[in-house]
Protein backbone atom coordinates (compact mmCIF):
# COMPACT_ATOMS: atom_id res chain seq x y z
CA UNK A 1 0.00 0.00 0.00
CA UNK A 2 1.06 3.36 -0.81
CA UNK A 3 1.66 5.68 1.51
CA UNK A 4 3.16 9.14 2.79
CA UNK A 5 3.86 9.84 6.72
CA UNK A 6 4.13 13.61 7.50
CA UNK A 7 5.69 14.88 10.04
CA UNK A 8 3.75 16.16 13.11
CA UNK A 9 2.35 19.82 13.66
CA UNK A 10 4.58 22.63 15.02
CA UNK A 11 4.58 25.83 17.07
CA UNK A 12 7.33 27.76 16.01
CA UNK A 13 7.97 31.86 16.61
CA UNK A 14 9.08 34.13 14.03
CA UNK A 15 12.43 33.81 12.97
CA UNK A 16 13.19 30.02 14.06
CA UNK A 17 14.32 27.40 11.62
CA UNK A 18 12.03 24.25 10.48
CA UNK A 19 12.24 21.24 8.95
CA UNK A 20 9.20 18.85 8.24
CA UNK A 21 9.12 15.54 6.84
CA UNK A 22 7.47 13.01 4.54
CA UNK A 23 7.97 9.69 4.44
CA UNK A 24 6.78 7.30 1.62
CA UNK A 25 6.47 3.56 1.48
CA UNK A 26 5.03 0.86 -0.89
CA UNK A 27 6.55 2.22 -3.78
CA UNK A 28 10.04 3.11 -5.07
CA UNK A 29 10.46 6.30 -3.42
CA UNK A 30 13.37 7.49 -5.55
CA UNK A 31 11.33 7.30 -8.80
CA UNK A 32 8.32 9.18 -8.40
CA UNK A 33 8.35 13.08 -8.15
CA UNK A 34 7.31 14.39 -4.57
CA UNK A 35 5.81 17.79 -4.88
CA UNK A 36 4.86 20.00 -1.52
CA UNK A 37 1.37 22.24 -1.33
CA UNK A 38 0.53 24.82 1.11
CA UNK A 39 -2.78 25.64 2.57
CA UNK A 40 -3.45 28.91 4.55
CA UNK A 41 -6.31 28.10 6.60
CA UNK A 42 -9.82 28.84 4.84
CA UNK A 43 -8.02 29.23 1.80
CA UNK A 44 -7.37 27.68 -1.19
CA UNK A 45 -3.87 24.96 -2.73
CA UNK A 46 -0.59 26.63 -3.69
CA UNK A 47 1.80 24.52 -5.28
CA UNK A 48 5.22 25.38 -3.93
CA UNK A 49 7.46 23.15 -5.54
CA UNK A 50 8.95 19.60 -6.56
CA UNK A 51 11.69 17.03 -6.07
CA UNK A 52 12.67 13.95 -7.81
CA UNK A 53 14.33 11.81 -5.16
CA UNK A 54 16.55 9.74 -7.47
CA UNK A 55 18.90 12.83 -7.81
CA UNK A 56 17.21 15.32 -5.71
CA UNK A 57 16.65 17.89 -9.13
CA UNK A 58 14.25 20.21 -7.56
CA UNK A 59 11.71 22.77 -9.16
CA UNK A 60 10.11 25.20 -7.15
CA UNK A 61 7.49 28.19 -7.91
CA UNK A 62 8.62 31.25 -8.46
CA UNK A 63 6.37 32.52 -5.29
CA UNK A 64 8.33 30.23 -3.35
CA UNK A 65 11.64 30.37 -4.57
CA UNK A 66 14.39 31.47 -1.85
CA UNK A 67 11.53 31.08 1.07
CA UNK A 68 11.83 27.68 1.20
CA UNK A 69 14.40 24.35 0.84
CA UNK A 70 13.39 21.01 -0.66
CA UNK A 71 15.57 18.20 -0.11
CA UNK A 72 15.38 14.75 -0.06
CA UNK A 73 16.99 11.34 1.38
CA UNK A 74 16.54 8.27 -1.03
CA UNK A 75 18.16 5.76 1.25
CA UNK A 76 15.07 6.55 4.09
CA UNK A 77 12.50 7.42 1.23
CA UNK A 78 12.00 10.97 2.96
CA UNK A 79 11.34 14.25 1.17
CA UNK A 80 11.86 17.43 3.31
CA UNK A 81 10.79 21.33 3.51
CA UNK A 82 12.76 23.50 5.67
CA UNK A 83 12.91 27.18 6.36
CA UNK A 84 15.57 28.88 8.00
CA UNK A 85 13.73 32.10 9.30
CA UNK A 86 9.52 31.47 9.98
CA UNK A 87 7.16 34.07 9.83
CA UNK A 88 3.47 34.46 10.96
CA UNK A 89 2.52 34.40 7.63
CA UNK A 90 3.96 30.43 7.31
CA UNK A 91 1.36 29.70 8.93
CA UNK A 92 -0.58 27.11 7.06
CA UNK A 93 -1.29 23.49 6.22
CA UNK A 94 1.60 21.75 4.44
CA UNK A 95 1.50 18.43 2.00
CA UNK A 96 3.50 16.71 0.33
CA UNK A 97 2.20 14.76 -2.83
CA UNK A 98 3.57 11.83 -5.04
CA UNK A 99 3.28 12.86 -8.67
CA UNK A 100 2.42 10.01 -11.24
CA UNK A 101 1.17 12.48 -14.12
CA UNK A 102 2.13 15.57 -15.12
CA UNK A 103 -0.69 16.92 -12.64
CA UNK A 104 -1.79 14.24 -11.56
CA UNK A 105 -1.13 13.80 -7.90
CA UNK A 106 -2.22 10.34 -6.58
CA UNK A 107 -1.24 10.13 -3.25
CA UNK A 108 -1.20 12.76 -0.19
CA UNK A 109 0.31 13.04 2.97
CA UNK A 110 -1.99 13.27 6.07
CA UNK A 111 -0.49 17.13 6.17
CA UNK A 112 1.37 18.92 8.83
CA UNK A 113 0.19 22.07 10.46
CA UNK A 114 2.43 24.77 10.98
CA UNK A 115 1.70 27.66 13.44
CA UNK A 116 4.15 30.59 13.97
CA UNK A 117 3.66 33.15 16.12
CA UNK A 118 5.18 35.10 19.05
CA UNK B 1 1.79 33.41 -12.99
CA UNK B 2 -1.80 33.77 -11.53
CA UNK B 3 -3.75 31.06 -10.03
CA UNK B 4 -6.56 29.63 -12.05
CA UNK B 5 -9.71 31.11 -11.82
CA UNK B 6 -13.27 29.69 -10.57
CA UNK B 7 -16.15 30.70 -9.39
CA UNK B 8 -16.00 30.08 -5.42
CA UNK B 9 -19.14 28.33 -4.85
CA UNK B 10 -21.65 26.12 -6.71
CA UNK B 11 -24.87 24.07 -5.34
CA UNK B 12 -27.66 22.19 -6.58
CA UNK B 13 -30.05 19.28 -5.66
CA UNK B 14 -29.54 15.64 -5.15
CA UNK B 15 -29.44 14.12 -8.58
CA UNK B 16 -28.96 16.94 -10.17
CA UNK B 17 -25.98 17.80 -12.59
CA UNK B 18 -23.70 20.95 -11.46
CA UNK B 19 -20.59 21.90 -14.00
CA UNK B 20 -17.71 24.52 -12.43
CA UNK B 21 -15.54 25.98 -14.62
CA UNK B 22 -12.05 26.76 -14.33
CA UNK B 23 -10.49 29.68 -16.91
CA UNK B 24 -6.52 30.02 -17.38
CA UNK B 25 -4.57 31.04 -20.02
CA UNK B 26 -3.01 30.45 -23.37
CA UNK B 27 0.04 29.34 -21.28
CA UNK B 28 -1.13 27.09 -18.99
CA UNK B 29 -4.82 25.68 -19.73
CA UNK B 30 -5.43 26.75 -23.12
CA UNK B 31 -1.57 25.48 -24.36
CA UNK B 32 -1.68 21.93 -22.29
CA UNK B 33 -4.16 18.99 -21.98
CA UNK B 34 -2.28 18.48 -18.20
CA UNK B 35 -5.98 19.46 -16.05
CA UNK B 36 -6.35 17.57 -13.39
CA UNK B 37 -9.50 18.26 -10.49
CA UNK B 38 -9.05 17.67 -6.76
CA UNK B 39 -11.91 16.70 -4.02
CA UNK B 40 -11.62 18.09 -0.52
CA UNK B 41 -13.50 17.24 2.06
CA UNK B 42 -13.21 19.29 5.51
CA UNK B 43 -9.73 18.32 7.42
CA UNK B 44 -8.73 16.08 4.73
CA UNK B 45 -6.09 15.94 1.80
CA UNK B 46 -6.94 16.68 -1.71
CA UNK B 47 -8.11 13.54 -3.54
CA UNK B 48 -7.21 13.31 -7.14
CA UNK B 49 -10.68 13.30 -9.28
CA UNK B 50 -9.73 13.75 -12.97
CA UNK B 51 -6.34 14.08 -14.50
CA UNK B 52 -5.09 14.86 -17.91
CA UNK B 53 -8.56 16.73 -18.52
CA UNK B 54 -10.48 14.09 -18.83
CA UNK B 55 -9.78 10.79 -17.26
CA UNK B 56 -10.89 9.58 -14.16
CA UNK B 57 -9.25 7.56 -11.64
CA UNK B 58 -9.90 4.56 -10.84
CA UNK B 59 -12.97 4.18 -7.68
CA UNK B 60 -13.77 7.79 -8.84
CA UNK B 61 -17.49 7.73 -10.11
CA UNK B 62 -18.14 7.91 -13.34
CA UNK B 63 -20.80 10.72 -12.17
CA UNK B 64 -17.30 13.22 -12.29
CA UNK B 65 -16.14 14.01 -15.83
CA UNK B 66 -14.21 16.25 -17.29
CA UNK B 67 -13.83 18.75 -20.32
CA UNK B 68 -11.91 21.45 -21.95
CA UNK B 69 -12.38 24.09 -24.41
CA UNK B 70 -10.15 26.90 -25.32
CA UNK B 71 -8.30 28.33 -22.19
CA UNK B 72 -11.46 27.21 -20.21
CA UNK B 73 -11.58 23.42 -18.44
CA UNK B 74 -15.01 22.06 -16.87
CA UNK B 75 -15.46 19.49 -14.06
CA UNK B 76 -19.38 17.93 -14.36
CA UNK B 77 -20.80 16.16 -11.26
CA UNK B 78 -24.30 14.46 -12.74
CA UNK B 79 -26.86 13.39 -10.38
CA UNK B 80 -25.07 15.41 -7.10
CA UNK B 81 -24.93 12.93 -4.10
CA UNK B 82 -24.54 14.12 -0.12
CA UNK B 83 -20.86 12.97 -0.02
CA UNK B 84 -20.18 15.41 -3.39
CA UNK B 85 -20.43 18.49 -0.79
CA UNK B 86 -16.60 19.44 -0.77
CA UNK B 87 -14.18 21.85 -2.01
CA UNK B 88 -12.87 21.06 -5.54
CA UNK B 89 -9.72 22.85 -7.09
CA UNK B 90 -8.47 22.64 -10.68
CA UNK B 91 -4.63 22.73 -12.01
CA UNK B 92 -2.72 23.12 -15.28
CA UNK B 93 0.52 22.17 -16.33
CA UNK B 94 2.11 25.47 -16.39
CA UNK B 95 5.74 24.90 -18.21
CA UNK B 96 9.00 23.97 -16.65
CA UNK B 97 9.06 27.22 -14.62
CA UNK B 98 6.16 27.47 -12.84
CA UNK B 99 5.32 23.40 -13.06
CA UNK B 100 1.96 23.48 -12.03
CA UNK B 101 -1.14 26.02 -10.35
CA UNK B 102 -4.00 25.25 -8.79
CA UNK B 103 -7.31 27.42 -9.40
CA UNK B 104 -8.46 29.24 -6.06
CA UNK B 105 -11.37 26.21 -5.08
CA UNK B 106 -15.16 26.05 -5.34
CA UNK B 107 -17.26 25.50 -2.40
CA UNK B 108 -19.67 22.95 -3.90
CA UNK B 109 -22.87 22.76 -1.89
CA UNK B 110 -25.33 19.86 -2.28
Known amino acids: EVQLVQSGAEVKEPGESLKISCKGS????????IAWVRQVPGKGLEWMGI????????KYSPSFQGQVTISADKSTSTAYLQWSSLKASDTAMYYC???????????WGQGTLVTVHS | QSALTQPPSASGSPGQPVTISCTGT?????????VSWYQQHPGKAPKVIIY???KRPSGVPDRFSGSKSGNTASLTVSGLQAEDEADYYC???????????FGGGTKLTV
Open chain 1, 26 to 33: GYSFPNFW
Open chain 2, 26 to 34: SADVGLYNH
Open chain 1, 97 to 107: TRRTGTTNFDY
Open chain 2, 52 to 54: EVN
Open chain 1, 51 to 58: IWPGDSDV
Open chain 2, 91 to 101: SSYAGSNNFVI
